[in-house]
């Protein structure tokens, strides 16, 4: 038997129970894999995501790099 090499992670909102027993029963047919959810820790990078605008980060990624720079000229 060949195997099918598509594969695609989505991620999906469930209504009802019976659409997460469908879901199982499509899992125990070896359609499909339910993944455990990744939990976001106060200190991982997910719980930061969009705390800042990306035209501020990428001012203070500027600020940064004009930091080393300077930083670099007075050790030279």
Request: charged share 35%; glycine share 2%; hydrophobic share 35%.
């Amino acid at each position: 038997m060949k195997k099918n090499k598509f594969m695609e992670t989505i991620q999906i909102e469930l209504k009802n129970k019976n659409a997460f027993s469908i879901l199982k029963s499509l899992e125990k047919a070896n359609m499909i894999k339910m993944l455990q959810p990744i939990k976001s820790t106060k200190d991982s990078p997910v719980h930061f995501k969009g705390v800042i605008s990306p035209d501020r980060a990428i001012e203070l990624a500027n600020e940064i790099e004009n930091s080393r720079n300077e930083w670099d000229e007075r050790t030279i």
